[in-house]
């Protein structure tokens, strides 16, 4: 069975690509444009990797990393912020949230398969 990954970014062309590079390394993607709508989109599901950017309308990629650990389902689901932010005290707050890596945009797919792979084993 595939490995689910939960792709939240507010831009479509950012969510169409890391969709497409990960369905082609055979990962099922679930795609979302903000916290709030990955958190209704994952409910009940079991989700093996989270990848979001940090700035997103309603709730950005911080809530949703504080959302998604204060539920046990996912307190140890790795989660990747995946943004346009290289600013140190962003990645910190990043890290204090939760978050297990950190990638800027813009990206090579190379590089988020390779961080995927690490991360799923």
């Known amino acids: 069975m595939a490995r689910k990954i939960l792709s ?12 497409f590079t990960l369905k ?3 990962y099922d993607v679930i795609e979302a444009s903000d916290g709030n709508d990955a958190l209704s989109k994952i409910q009940g599901i079991p989700i093996d990797l989270v990848i979001t950017d940090l700035h997103m ?16 389902s996912y307190r140890f689901t790795p989660i990747v912020m995946l943004t346009t932010e290289s600013h140190a005290e962003k990645k910190e707050a990043g890290k204090q949230a ?8 813009p990206f090579k797919p190379e590089q988020l398969i390779a961080v995927v792979k690490r991360l799923l084993g």
């Open 24 to 26: 082609n390394e055979g």
């Open 8 to 19: 939240v970014d507010d831009s479509a062309s950012i969510r169409q690509m890391v969709s």
């Open 98 to 105: 939760g978050a297990t890596g950190w990638i800027v945009k």
């Open 57 to 72: 309308p309603n709730l950005d990629g911080i809530g949703l990393i504080k959302a998604l650990r204060a539920k046990s």
